[in-house]
């Protein structure tokens, strides 16, 4: 099993970006656009893309600590997969601690997938500090593969 | 033992990326301004930071193809690591796959470097498409570790 790692420090309170990783509107404008359902535990988001998409049912919440999902729904190597946020606040920023973990293998998909990942963490970032992320389909193009 | 992975497709030749990953020059224009060495098989490369840096011994090239080099000198959860960028054609970009290996633990900091190390491949990116990248010390800043 390996998983993808990611930090980011934002400039804002853990409760707002709590609010981004947990509200179908804070979600749209930073992940993509195309989000809905139900961001409460037992619920189930739906992300979509041009190219597909996820859904994800949310497995805990904690205000202004955690987030976790798991994929039950999407391309074969996310599903199963679980999407973990922690959050705490250090030197005034709330520190996300994002990991993706249970990939079986690692497959060239999720070197992509680690990478944007990456891209929609600074979206994220970039939404709660000027108030305007990147979502897709306007995200940041990465590769062949988008 | 945990690795770091990260896929980046880039508009020009494999040429331009390997020239970008071999010598002081590019690689001064992407990662960072205090860059100096020998890019060269069974040379040392320096790179420093404002909070350190890093020290790489070069130990295989081959042009258009690979690039590998192993941490001599850094932070200890650094030493000994390998970071390996392996170039190949798809679609008309030049996909760069990169994996930075053998950390012992996924610490915090390698959440942290994860998430830089993209950042400087999506300037690297931006180096060979814009002609412009985002080296440090002028660098995206992504938390309180910058």
Same mark, same amino acid.
């Given at each position: ?29 930073? +992940? ?70 249970? +990939? ?43």
């Amino acid at each position: 099993m390996v998983d993808i790692l990611h930090r980011i420090g934002v400039t804002s309170s853990p409760d707002e970006v709590y609010g981004a990783l947990t509200t179908v509107g804070g979600l749209a404008s930073w +992940w993509t656009e195309d989000t809905d359902g139900d961001g409460a535990v037992g619920g189930v988001l739906r992300f979509r893309f041009v190219a597909g998409g996820f859904d994800m049912k949310v497995l805990e919440t904690r205000p202004a600590e955690l987030v976790l999902w798991e994929v039950v729904d999407g391309p074969e190597e996310w599903i199963g997969t679980q999407v973990r946020f922690e959050l705490k606040q250090e030197d005034g920023f709330t520190i996300v601690l994002f990991r993706h973990e249970g +990939w079986k293998e690692p497959v060239e998909f999720m070197y992509h997938c680690s990478t944007k990942w990456a891209t929609f963490l600074m979206s994220l970032k970039r939404l709660l500090e000027t108030g305007r992320g990147e979502p897709a389909p306007d995200d940041v193009k990465i590769s062949n593969w988008h």
